[in-house]
């Protein structure tokens, strides 16, 4: 949990507008967000703040460490935080290999915000 009782989510998404949405909207419901533009500093963010990451929300098309890599190494590492995968990828079988490397949800783009959001909160409480 992060500092103040906060849950803490972190942002991996190398789309700059949709990661600074979604900090804004996770702010809003009174999350303490950290962020990171690929897998690399999405782990970093992760070592750098032990226990104030609750959930890691992560795109799977990130430059340099994959989103999937990401989620296998998260589960690795910090076996209770939630994981929920994200991607615009069209193949059938992106959502069993993102929860076969241990991510507790997956959403598909287009997705609403507000979905997520709300899964976010439920699995953080």
């Known amino acids: 949990m992060a500092?103040?009782?906060?849950?803490?989510?972190?942002?991996?998404e190398d789309d700059n507008d949709l990661r600074r949405l979604f900090g804004m909207l996770l702010s809003a419901e009174d999350f303490e967000v950290f962020e990171a533009a690929?897998?690399?500093a999405g782990l970093r963010a992760l070592e750098d703040n032990p226990g104030a990451i609750d959930l890691v929300l992560t795109d799977?098309?990130?430059p340099g460490l994959g989103g999937v890599e990401l989620i296998s190494r998260v589960r690795a590492a910090s076996p209770a935080v939630?994981?929920?995968g994200t991607s615009g990828f069209g193949a059938r079988n992106?959502?069993?290999m993102v929860l076969s490397a241990g991510a507790d949800e997956?959403?598909?783009?287009?997705f609403s915000m507000g979905d997520v959001i709300e899964k976010v909160k439920t699995m953080t409480q």
Do not use: Q
């Open 60 to 62: 799977l098309g990130l």
């Open 3 to 12: 500092e103040g009782g906060k849950r803490g989510v972190l942002v991996v």
């Open 38 to 40: 690929d897998g690399i």
């Open 94 to 96: 992106v959502r069993e």
């Open 106 to 110: 997956f959403f598909s783009k287009p």
């Open 82 to 84: 939630k994981i929920i």
